[in-house]
């Protein structure tokens, strides 16, 4: 695709419940990025993948979130045991390189009941 | 550590007027800054950045933001406001030292445009 397509684009889940999200980046980018963007809290960055590693992972907010990437390509982020204070929209950038321009999908709504 | 205030969560203009949504910054070193737009349901789009080259930069849509070290602000102005334009903007600074696009946002401003 042309884009950073993340999936679901909604997920309802009950408190405790783990989830996981799916980013598949721009074709050829290597640099991952996950944003998390809350009702008054604004857009925070959680983790940045180079290639499949991950050189910052500051922002995750606790032990229950994790992330990883695969073959240089999709990334895949958990969160366990969720938590109503863990329902935001959770937004996938690339870029083709670290200093480029990033890419944003559209977002994955979580919604924790 | 870096960070950006934008004043404002709500600004309402007309058509065909003047668009002006402020942004400051604080930074310790020289801040890479950016302006983003996000339409409802979507992701984020680059309309502008300033990565320490000319202090007026013009973006996509007719935005242009000015650089002001003095004032350390990055205001995003439009002459001309079209119905289109309606979104939520992002200020951004990128967090320096970290070699890669850390991005610290501001809470965002919602632009209405009415006819």
């Known amino acids: 695709g042309a884009g950073v397509s993340q999936s679901p684009s909604n997920k309802v889940t009950e408190k405790g419940k783990d989830v996981e999200l799916r980013c598949d980046p721009i074709s050829g980018h290597t640099a991952l990025y996950w944003y998390r963007q809350s009702l008054g809290q604004g857009l925070e960055f959680l983790i940045y993948?180079?290639?499949?590693?991950?050189?910052?992972k500051s922002g995750l907010p606790s032990d229950r979130f994790s992330a990883e990437r695969t073959g240089g390509s999709v990334s895949t982020l958990t969160i366990q045991r969720t938590q109503q204070e863990d329902s935001a929209v959770y937004l996938c950038?690339?870029?083709?390189?670290?200093?480029?321009?990033?890419?944003f999908g559209n977002g994955t709504r979580l919604t924790v009941t | 550590a870096q960070s950006v205030t934008q004043l404002g969560s709500h600004v309402s203009v007309s058509e065909g007027a003047l668009v002006l949504l402020r942004c400051n910054y604080s930074s310790s070193v020289p801040p890479y800054l950016f302006w983003y737009v996000q339409y409802p349901n979507q992701g984020l789009q680059l309309l502008l950045k300033y990565t320490s080259a000319a202090t007026l930069v013009k973006g996509i849509n007719g935005f242009e933001a000015e650089f002001k070290k003095s004032e350390t602000s990055f205001h995003l102005t439009k002459p001309s406001a079209h119905m289109s334009d309606a979104a939520e903007y992002f200020c951004?600074?990128?967090?320096?030292?970290?070699?890669?696009?850390?991005?610290?946002f501001g809470t965002g401003t919602r632009l209405l445009v009415s006819p």
């Open positions: 993948f180079q290639g499949n590693s991950a050189p910052d």
């Open positions: 951004a600074v990128s967090v320096s030292g970290t070699g890669f696009q850390k991005l610290v």
């Open positions: 950038a690339s870029s083709l390189e670290t200093n480029s321009p990033l890419h």
